[in-house]
T-cell receptor, first 111, second 115 residues
Framework: EDKVVQSPLSLVVHEGDTVTLNCSYE??????LLWYKQEKKAPTFLFML????IEKKSGRLSSILDKKELFSILNITATQTGDSAIYLC???????????FGEGTQLTVNP | NAGVTQTPKFRVLKTGQSMTLLCAQD?????MYWYRQDPGMGLRLIHY???????AKGEVPDGYNVSRLKKQNFLLGLESAAPSQTSVYFC??????????????FGQGTRLTVV
């Protein structure tokens, strides 16, 4: 059974701090890993990673995948209160049908 | 540009009652999913569909049934609701494949309380 584990489950920081969120996975036929941000309601897409070692970047957010060690990290630099959210990691297997999520990391950024 | 629309947004059921949650997408996506989200447990896959007329079980399918009679709609049914089914339900859809631009899009969620 596919398994996705995120850590930490909860994190509280101050504005301006840099945070690193972790996602490890055990998937029989891994194809890609996705990161989502969930504020009040629906998760919104951040990144899709398919190749090891290639960093994806969007503003203050960046992410990288290590397919040998089976994990990904999501970095947020110079955090702002608007970054407060649940960050979800998901993996897609080769058939492309199932999308399995981890438990999420609840990030709180205090002013 | 509606994307993924879920109805209803809120519902309170009594134990033993039945109901159907509707998910509609206007992006012509092949794949559709139903998830439930409970505190501290992320999104757990209930059922999914890879095309019209096909459905498959996810991680937590017990107590739920689904149907995909039309490509744009994916229905989640609770035949006899139980308090353990109190949760927030999310529908998602995505394009077939795994290359770029095949990420899942989510509806706004349905908050279901079973008393």
């Amino acid at each position: 059974e596919d398994k996705v584990v995120q850590s930490p489950l909860s994190l509280v920081v101050h504005e301006g701090d840099t945070v690193t969120l972790n996602c490890s996975y055990e998937v029989t036929n891994f194809r890609s890993l996705l990161w989502y941000k969930q504020e009040k309601k629906a998760p919104t897409f951040l990144f899709m990673l398919t190749s090891s070692g290639i960093e994806k970047k969007s503003g203050r957010l960046s992410s990288i995948l290590d397919k040998k060690e089976l994990f990904s990290i999501l970095n947020i630099t110079a955090t702002q209160t608007g970054d407060s959210a649940i960050y979800l990691c998901a993996v897609m297997e080769t058939s492309g049908s199932r999308l399995t999520f981890g438990e999420g990391t609840q990030l709180t950024v205090n002013p | 540009n509606a994307g993924v629309t879920q109805t209803p947004k809120f519902r309170v059921l009594k134990t033993g009652q039945s109901m159907t949650l509707l998910c509609a997408q206007d992006m012509n996506h092949e794949y559709m999913y139903w998830y439930r989200q409970d505190p501290g447990m992320g999104l757990r896959l209930i059922h999914y569909s890879v095309g019209e007329g096909t459905t498959a079980k996810g991680e937590v399918p017990d107590g739920y049934n689904v149907s995909r009679l039309k490509k744009q709609n994916f229905l989640l049914g609770l035949e006899s609701a139980a308090p353990s089914q109190t949760s927030v339900y999310f529908c998602a859809s995505r394009r077939q494949g795994w290359e770029m631009n095949t990420e899942a899009f989510f509806g706004q969620g349905t908050r279901l309380t079973v008393v």
